[in-house]
């Protein structure tokens, strides 16, 4: 991260929902995932984002809406750089909240989102109120209500996807690696072993997964520790302990992919979103 970005986290002790406030110029992240759903907004300057196979500009005043594991980077094509704030939606909290307002949503369904950007007004004020209510921690009813005026907006931008063990549309293969690697994201798993356990050489089994994925293999797994590493830190585990119960070699190894992923230190990412005092 340059030293003209800045990145402003905070987390709502009721839900769980982190608040991002942040400016990059020029590379912000490398490709990355999230295990939660991302709605935010850009407020100044183009956020350019690889995102469902596509080069997205976010201009001021436009909604990202993402997935869970929807692989995206993030980078500043103008010298201004481009700021934005955005929500992390658990994704459990968003399922329940949206099946109260959805009586007769499908049991095997998940909720998705049906476009990456969009232009609305009236979405574009209910992302902002959540988020200002949520980041500047005001009164739990007012946090409450901007959040059920939020889901109220974004049912307008969701459909239904079946909730399936295995994707029609992605290799079995590929489907099988996937699975061991959530498994097993804490040992230290090489290319042979993986291989082994899908019944193919280490070879067809790489472009296999890069393919449905958008990662090789070893990259996948370092976004499984990362996405990990989110939730200890946040339970107020040491760095140094989330490094070594991940696989990480040691606290510095966690620490530059932590950065290259999401623009901030663990230890900075641990201060603003746990009871923890600064160091």
Known sequence: MSAQ???DLAQDEDTGIETIRAHFRGHAYDPHWHDAYLVGFTEQGVQQFHCRKQLNSSLAGQVFLLEPGELHDGHAPEPEGFTYSMLYLDSQWLERELRSLFEQAPADCLPGFSTTLASEPTLLAAVAGAFGALHRQEIRMVRQASLDALLTRLTEHLHWRRRLNLDPRLPLV??????????QHSRDIGLDDLAAVCGVDRFRLSRAFKAAFGLAPHAYLVQLRLARARHLLARGE????????????DQSHLGRWFRRAYGMTPAHYQRRCSNLPDA
């Open 5 to 7: 970005s800045w990145v």
């Open 174 to 183: 590929a489907q099988r690696a996937r699975d061991f690697l959530h498994d």
């Open 238 to 249: 040491p760095p140094v302990q989330v490094a070594a119960v991940l696989g990480f070699a």
